[in-house]
């Protein structure tokens, strides 16, 4: 059974930054593409990034080109998602997901996510 672990969130000032990391255990990380999504309280479901399995390219969401950063460690079978000039908007639950394919919506699994708050 696929299991993943979110960790990293946490309460940032405007322009701060945070690393979240997406932690694999039952499986081997590397086969699969990942994806991070987000959610606000009374907001859709967005997908922010992904990286792909085959090859590593990187997708990202446009309101975060440019200051997110998703990246993997198959080593530590983890993959990490680097916010940077984080803003107010980017407040939400955050979670990874393996997907059949990036870019994707459609999450296979995910884990149970963390909290990021960006706030003055």
């Known amino acids: 059974q696929v299991q993943l672990a979110e960790s ?5 000032q405007p322009g701060g930054s945070l690393r ?6 039952r499986f081997a990380l590397d086969y699969y593409s990942i994806a991070w ?9 967005e997908g ?7 090859d590593g390219k990187t ?6 080109k440019g200051r997110f950063t998703i990246s993997r460690n198959n080593r530590k079978n983890t ?8 803003q107010p908007d980017d407040t939400a639950a955050y979670y990874c997901a393996t997907v059949v394919a990036c ?18």
């Open 8 to 12: 990293g969130g946490g309460l940032v």
């Open 20 to 25: 979240l990391s997406c932690e694999a255990s």
């Open 37 to 45: 999504f987000r959610q606000a309280p009374g907001k859709e479901r």
């Open 48 to 54: 922010v990034s992904c990286i792909s399995s085959s």
């Open 59 to 64: 997708y990202y969401e446009d309101s975060v």
């Open 79 to 86: 993959v990490y998602l680097q916010m940077n000039s984080l």
């Open 103 to 120: 870019p994707s919506n459609t999450y296979l699994a995910w884990g149970q996510g963390t909290q990021v708050a960006v706030s003055s």
